[in-house]
């Protein structure tokens, strides 16, 4: 069993920054996948970005070029950095990993972007 913990979501102006965290209790080094999807009110949960095993990285179109996804296996912690983060970015942040047996989600962070 392993839990996923989010933190650093928050309010924001337009074109502020934000950065997220989630820290796994289990080791991340053996996930087949792992970042971060979002889910505004009335609509569907997405992928916002996430990095698979090889080390690649993929972004939904709506973030590239403003947000970033990173880890640190030691800690085993995934970060996603948000800047220049719009109105539209608002929605709940939930961390996800895809490990070999079964999926694990976290508990979701607010992140509200003011116009």
């Known amino acids: 069993q392993v839990q996923l913990v989010e933190s650093g979501g928050g309010l924001v102006q337009a074109g502020g920054s934000l950065r997220l965290s989630c820290a796994a209790s289990?080791?991340?080094?053996?996930?087949?996948?792992m970042g971060w999807y979002r889910q505004a009110p009335g609509k569907q949960r997405d992928l916002v970005a996430a990095f698979t095993r090889d080390g690649s990285t993929a972004y939904a179109d709506s973030v590239k070029g403003r947000f970033t996804i990173s880890r640190d296996n030691a800690k085993n912690t995934v970060f996603l950095q948000m800047n220049s983060l719009k109105p539209e970015d608002t929605a709940v942040y939930y961390c996800h990993a895809d490990y070999p047996y079964r999926q694990y989600w976290g508990q979701g962070t607010q992140v509200t972007v003011s116009s």
């Open positions: 289990g080791s991340i080094f053996s996930v087949n996948a």
